[in-house]
C-alpha cells in the first residue's frame, strides 16, 4: 500500500508535491511522533527558531491552514495541547518503515523469515532505492530523515540476514559482505555470512574469512570469536567432507508448494536441538522430512522410520543409528511416549545431534520447537492435482475450473490430492467432483509403494482415531455438527464440564487446529476428519447443538441493533456457517424455538449487510414455521426480532404486502418501541395507512418517530417526490441522533446519501457516506461498505474530483478482493470506471467500459419477476453518452430497443412495487436516453428538446457523471432548440403523475 504522506524522499500527499520549507518542516515535527503529535509552543519555536513572528500562534495557525488546503481539512487536527496528523501507521512513510523494522524484527525472533524478508523489503521500499545520507541542512525535514536512518539500517540488516536463513545465499552475500564490512563486530553477520560464502563461493572461501577475523579479534582485543562463529567454523571443517546420508528417500516425483516449508524447518534446525513436523495423516510430513534430510549439510543424517515399530522397540532402533548428527524419526504419534524418552535422554548427552520428528502429536518435551505443517494452498494443490492426473492419464482433459472444485474439498491434503487424481483414470474431472460427497468410498487405491494406511483416505484418519480413548472420539463426534469450527466455550456447552484438557489433547494429535480470528480463538477439523467422526456411532449431538444455537440467539438476536452491536456482529459472522446449519436441522424437525432464535441473528446479521438475496432465502425458509409459532414469554421476543426481519426483507424486495408475519407479530401483541425491532414492528403496522404513518412521525418516541419517517421517505420518492423523501430521511436522522444506536444512524446517513447522490448534491452526500462508513467498517458489513465506497466515488465525481474519486475506487477493489464479494449489479463497477474516464477526458476508454457494461447485461433485464432498474439506468446511460460524444452507431442495437420498452412501462405500470423500484425516475431516464438518441437525428432535434424537459419533470437517475448531469442535459437541449425546450418546461410543471405518463406516450407517438 503506497501511504498518503511520503516524506523520506520527497515531500508530497497523494502524489501531490508540497511546497515551502516552513510547512514541510511543519509536517516532520507532527510526523515526529503520529499518536501525540506536538504542541504549539515546541512547533512555534521549532518552526521559527531565530526570529518568532508578530503573532505566533496567529502564524502557526496560518501555516496549518495552508497544510489543511494541501492535504484536506482531516488530515491535520487540533489535539488539546497543539496538533497531530490524523493518520494511520501505513498512511505515512516515516511511520510505516519503524512499523517494518519491528515487524521484522519480531518475525525474525519467532523464526518466520519469509515474513521478515517480506517486511524488510516493504520496508525499504518506502525508500524507492534512495539509501538516506547525512543530513542535507538544519532543518525539522532533514532531522526526520536522519532519524530514520537507523530504520534503514535495521532493515537493510534484515533482509541480508532472512536471505540467508532462506539459503538464498547467492543474493545475501553481497548484501551480508557490504554490513560485515560496516560493521566488522557484528558476529550474527558474519556467522551467515561464512554460510552463504561457503555456498557460493566454497568452504575454503568462507574458512578463510573467518581467519581474517579470528586474528583480527585477538590482536586486536585479545578476545576469541564467540560460540555461534566457532560453531559455524566447525561446521564448515565438517564441510570438507561429503555428508553421509542413511535411510534417506529420494523423491518419487517433484515435491509441490512445501519450498517454504523446508526452509522454516531447516532454519528451526538451525537454533533447536529437536524439531517435530506436526500434522494430521496424509499432509505430506514425512515427504517433508526427507526433503530436509536430502540437503542438510551434516556429517550424518539417519532417517529412522518407526511406523511398524511397538512400544519398547524404540530404544533399539535409534541405537542402530548413534553416531547420527541429524536423526530424523518418522512416524511417532503411536510410540510418542517411547520416542520422547529416547530423544531427551539423546539430546542430554550428546551436544552435537540434532532430531527431526514427524508424527500427529509432539513430543513434549522442553528442547523441543513444533513445526505444524499446514495444508496445502490451493493452488499448490491445483498443480499437484494437475501432475498426478497427467501422469495416469496423458491426455485426460483438466478443465481448471472443475479441477480447483475438486480440489478445494480436499482439505489441501496430499494424499486426497493424489487419490483424487488417481481416478482420473477412469472418469471425467465433473464425474470426480460430483461424487466427492462420499469422499472415503471414492478416495481409494493408492500406489502400491505408500505404506498400507495410505491407500485409502478412511484408513489415513481411521489410523489417528485408534490413537484416541474413548473420551477423545465421544468428544469428536460431538464437535463434528460445528461445519464452521467452534469456540472453547462452544465445546464446554457441547462436551459438559471443563474439557480444556481433552481439547489439548486432540490439538496435540492433529485432529483439531487452532485458529486466531477476529472474533477470537477457534478450533476447527478439516473437513476429512469432521466426515469421518460425524460417521462414527455414539450419542447422537445433534440436540445439544440445537440447544447452543438457541442459546446463542437469545444472547446476540438484540445487540446488533443497540448501543453495542460490535461483538454481536464479530461473533455472528463467525457462527454464520454453524448457525446455517442448525435452521436446516431445526426446519427438518420443526424445533420452532431454534427457528426463531437463529432466524433473528442470521436475518439480523444479513441485513446490517444488506445481504438482501440470503433475506429472501431465510424468510421464504422459515416463513411457515414462525407465522405458526406461539412462543413461550422467553421467546417472544427474539420470535418478534425475527418476524419484523421477515417483513423487512419483503417489503424491501416485494413492496408492502399482506404475509403471514403481519398477523403473527398481532398475536404476539404490542411491544413498548424502545428497540428499533419493537419500533420497526410498530410501524409496519401502519404501512397501508399514511394518516397513521404520518401521526407516528410526530411521536415522542424517537425510535418510532424515525422509523415512521424512513418509511415515508419511500413513499414519497415512489411517489416522485425526491425533495420529501429527503427531507422525511434528514428528519428521521434528527430523531436518531438522540440515542446510541451505531448501526441505525449509519444507515440512515447511508439513505440521505442515497437520495442526495440522486438530487447531484454530491457534497452532502459524501459526508453522510463518510459519517456512515466507520461504524459499517467495525461491524463487518462488507458490501454495505463496498456499496458505500462505491457511492463516494460517485459523489466525488458529482463534485468534480476526480483524484478523490480514484482514490476511493481503488479501496472498492480492495474490499472486494479481500472478501470476495460477488456484485449483485452487473457491470455496476465498469460503470463507475467509465464516468471516472469521462472525468480524466478519456473518452473512448469511457465509451469502450461502457460498451462492455451493455454487452454483460445483453441478455438480463427481469429481476424478482419485474423489472430490473439498474438493466435500464445502465443501457439508458450507455445510449447518452455515445450519442453525446458522437458514437450512438455502436450501440445502435441497445438505442432501438429503448422506446418501446419505455412505452410499456408507461402503459402498463407496476402495482404496488417493492421500494428499490422508482417507475417514475425509471421512465424519466428511458425518456432522457430517447431524446439524446434523437438529438443525432436533425429532424428530430424540436421533440427532443421538448422530451428533455419532460424527463426532467419526471426526475431523472444521475448517479452516473458526468454522463447523467441536469447540466450536461440541458445544454444538449439548449443547443437543439432552446426556445421549445423552455416552453416545454413551463407546459410541463403543471401536470399531475397520470397527466406526465399522457405527455411521455403522446411525445413517443409523435417522433417522426
Known sequence: MTPDLVLLTRVAHRDREITGARLRDLL?????????????????????????????????????????????????????????????????????????AAAAARCARDGDHAAALAHAEAGLALWRGIVPGEPEDDSRLAALRAERRTAHRALTRARALALARLDRHAEAAGPLAELATERPRDEEILVELLRCEAATAGPATALARYDTYRRALRDELGADPGAAVRAEHRRLLQGLTPTVRHGVAYEPNPLLGRDEDVAAVEALLRTSRVVSIVGPGGLGKTRLANAVARRAEMPTVTVVPLAAIGPGQVAAEVAAA?????????????????????????????????????????????????????????????????????????????????????????????????????????????????????????????????????????????????????????????????????????????????????????????????????????????????????????????????????????????????????????????????????????????????????????????????????LTVLTRQTSWALSHYRPEPEYVEVTRGALVLALAATFGTEGARPVRAVVALRRLGAADPDTVLAAVDRVIAAVRDPAELQRLCGSPEPLLAGAASILISYHREAAGDLDGALAAARQALGHFSGPDLPWLRSVNHCRVAELCLHLEQGAAARDHLL?????????????????????????????????????????????????????????????????????????????????????QLRDAGEAYGVIDPWVMEARSVTVIAHARHGRLDLVADVAAALPARLHDLLTHPLDNPPPYLVEQTICGTLLLAVATADLTHPDRATGAARMIALAERFRTLHNFQPTMSTAAARADAGKADRRAYEEAVSSYARLDGDGLRAAAVQALRSRP
Not at 817 to 823: I, K, V
Open 28 to 100: 516532520a515535527l507532527l510526523a515526529g511522533d503520529l499518536r501525540t503529535g506536538c504542541g504549539t509552543g515546541r512547533l512555534i519555536e521549532a518552526l521559527w527558531p531565530d526570529e518568532q513572528p508578530e503573532n505566533p500562534p496567529k502564524a502557526l495557525q496560518i501555516l496549518v491552514s495552508r497544510a489543511r488546503s494541501q492535504l484536506g481539512g482531516d488530515v491535520v487536527v487540533r489535539t488539546p495541547t497543539g496538533y497531530r496528523l490524523a493518520l494511520a501507521d501505513d498512511q505515512l512513510d516515516s511511520a510505516a518503515v519503524l512499523v517494518r
Open 322 to 614: 548413534a553416531g547420527a548428527h541429524l536423526l530424523v524419526l518418522d512416524n511417532c504419534e503411536h510410540v510418542v511416549a517411547d520416542v520422547a524418552g529416547v530423544v531427551g535422554d539423546l539430546v542430554a548427552s550428546n551436544a552435537d545431534v540434532r532430531v527431526l520428528t514427524t508424527g500427529r502429536t509432539p513430543l513434549g518435551l522442553s528442547s523441543e520447537t513444533v513445526y505444524r505443517l499446514p495444508e496445502l494452498s490451493l493452488p499448490a494443490s491445483v498443480a499437484l492435482f494437475e501432475q498426478r492426473a497427467r501422469a495416469q492419464r496423458p491426455g485426460a482433459d483438466l478443465p481448471a475450473g472443475e479441477v480447483e472444485r475438486v480440489c478445494r474439498h480436499l482439505d489441501g491434503l496430499p494424499l486426497a490430492v493424489e487419490l483424487a487424481a488417481a481416478r482420473v483414470r477412469i472418469m471425467s474431472v465433473s464425474d470426480l467432483a460430483g461424487r466427492l460427497g462420499d469422499r472415503f468410498g471414492l478416495l481409494r487405491g493408492g500406489a502400491r509403494d505408500a505404506p498400507a494406511r495410505h491407500h485409502t483416505l478412511h484408513a489415513v484418519v481411521d489410523w489417528s482415531w485408534n490413537l484416541l480413548d474413548p473420551a477423545g472420539r465421544e468428544a469428536m463426534r460431538s464437535l463434528s455438527v460445528f461445519p464452521g469450527g467452534f469456540t472453547v466455550a462452544a465445546a464446554e456447552r457441547m462436551l459438559g464440564g471443563d474439557p480444556l484438557m481433552l481439547l489439548e489433547h486432540l490439538v496435540d494429535h492433529s485432529l483439531l487446529t487452532v485458529d486466531d480470528t477476529p472474533s477470537g480463538t477457534r478450533l476447527r477439523m478439516l473437513e476429512t476428519i469432521r466426515e469421518f467422526s460425524a460417521a462414527q456411532p455414539g450419542a447422537e449431538p445433534t440436540g445439544a447443538f440445537l440447544e447452543w444455537a438457541r442459546e446463542f440467539g437469545l444472547a446476540h438476536h438484540a445487540h446488533l441493533f443497540g448501543p453495542e452491536p460490535y461483538a454481536s456482529a464479530v461473533a455472528i459472522k463467525a457462527e454464520q456457517e454453524n448457525l446455517q446449519h442448525a435452521l436446516r436441522l431445526a426446519v427438518d424437525r420443526d424445533d420452532r424455538p431454534t427457528i426463531a432464535a437463529v432466524t433473528a441473528v442470521l436475518g439480523g446479521r444479513w441485513l446490517v449487510d444488506s445481504d438482501y438475496p440470503r
Open 771 to 855: 459519517a456512515a462508513l466507520p461504524v459499517m467498517e467495525r461491524l463487518g458489513a462488507q458490501s454495505t461498505v463496498a456499496g458505500a465506497r462505491t457511492w463516494l466515488v460517485l459523489a466525488n465525481l458529482q463534485i468534480g474530483d476526480a483524484d478523490e474519486a480514484e482514490r476511493w475506487l481503488e479501496g472498492v477493489a480492495a474490499v472486494a478482493y479481500a472478501e470476495e464479494l460477488e456484485s449483485s449489479s452487473i457491470g455496476y463497477d465498469l460503470g463507475v470506471r467509465a464516468e471516472l474516464a469521462f472525468a480524466r477526458g478519456d473518452v473512448g476508454g469511457g465509451l469502450r467500459l461502457w460498451r462492455r457494461v451493455a454487452d
